[in-house]
């Protein structure tokens, strides 16, 4: 079976999203998580009294660690904290790892190749004392290099996973032909890699600049991946990809309010609505601009394939048969996300 890593950023709708996967869907997918600092958070309620709670918040590890376990259970799971904080002797992927083991969650640490040095020695650490390996994210450029640096690489080929993220440039890298599917022939170590996985993105972080409506996006992260396989390669590649928009991307610093948009995955394609604010000269209710998002997808949208025991599936198909709320921001990205990570894992052989 080939796995499929998805790599996720921890908001709510994509924890929303993993937790209504279904039972068989799980068994194939590990999802790479890249925790910042902003999702590292524990209990932010104080007691309003001066009298100490009879029961102290859980730490932000144990905040983590339950969230992982509600959504996701004991399965395996990748985690990326470089973001976090720390030094060459203590990190708070320390405290991660130790409130995982208390809950028996299947944690792999993940790491850039060029991760911060306090980072590096709190993954030496994951990987001696819980004897599950790592994996090593790379970027391309790093790959084709691996010849130079391989030798100084700390673990053996057989305990790390190998992704191969190509980012925001996926699209890029498809077009080079077959240059790209050369560099994956004379991967450094081919099979002696635990696993190799491919990922990249081509969802856009706001959708500025596209026409109010309904804009279809090629999904060229699977499309590379495809011809990879199909060439073949001397060695299994999985196949992963940016659920939602990649994990270095931000919408912090967009203003509100914003546009009402949403996202849906077909088999060659990305669907993007992009709506209009809810007040002003054109604006519309948000109510009004889901429903018709959901109508469109349901009725209109050409090879959707839905899902039956997809819960995106079923929540949108809901809304578009008038159900008593038409959802959130939040909520339509977890439908999303769930109807992508569903129809991604079943189009994987």
Not at 134 to 156: D, G, I, K, N
Not at 231 to 246: E, H, Q, R, V
Request: hydrophobic letters at 40%.
């Amino acid at each position: 079976m080939t796995r499929y890593v998805p790599i996720l950023r921890w908001k709510q709708g994509e924890r929303t999203a993993l937790n209504h996967l279904a039972a068989a869907t799980r068994d194939g997918v590990a999802p790479h998580v890249v925790l910042t600092q902003a999702q590292f958070i524990g209990s932010s309620k104080k007691s309003s009294s001066d009298t100490p709670p009879k029961k102290a918040p859980p730490s932000a590890a144990e905040h983590f660690a339950k969230q992982v376990f509600d959504s996701w259970g004991k399965n395996l799971f990748f985690l990326d904290a470089a973001d976090l904080l720390g030094n060459e002797t203590k990190h708070d992927l320390d405290e991660i790892r130790q409130a995982a083991k208390k809950l028996g969650l299947y944690l792999v640490p993940s790491a850039r190749y060029a991760a911060p040095k306090e980072y590096r020695a709190a993954v030496r650490r994951a990987v001696k004392q819980d004897g599950v390996g790592l994996a090593l994210r790379l970027t391309l450029s790093e790959m084709t290099s691996a010849a130079t640096w391989v030798s100084s690489w700390p673990f053996p080929a057989s305990e790390t996973d190998l992704i191969i993220d190509l980012g925001a440039s996926v699209a890029s890298v498809l077009a080079l032909g077959s240059s790209v599917l050369t560099a994956f022939q004379a991967l450094t170590n081919g099979a002696q890699w635990r696993s190799i996985t491919m990922t990249g993105g081509n969802i856009p972080a706001t959708l500025t600049g596209y026409v109010v409506g309904r804009t279809m996006l090629p999904r060229s992260e699977f499309a590379l991946w495809s011809k990879l396989v199909a060439a073949p390669l001397p060695y299994s590649l999985d196949f992963g990809d940016y659920a939602t928009i990649g994990p270095e991307a931000s919408t912090e610093d967009i203003g509100g309010p914003v546009p009402i948009n949403a996202k849906y995955t077909i088999k060659p394609d990305f669907v993007v609505y992009h709506g209009v604010k809810e007040k002003g000269p054109v604006g519309k209710p948000r109510d009004q601009q889901y429903r018709a998002y959901a109508k469109d997808i349901t009725s209109k949208l050409p090879n959707r394939s839905p899902l039956a025991y997809c819960w995106g599936d079923q929540m949108i198909d809901a809304i578009a048969n008038s159900a008593p709320t038409a959802g959130s921001p939040t909520s339509w990205v977890s439908y999303s996300i769930n109807r992508h990570l569903e129809i991604t894992r079943a189009q994987l052989p």
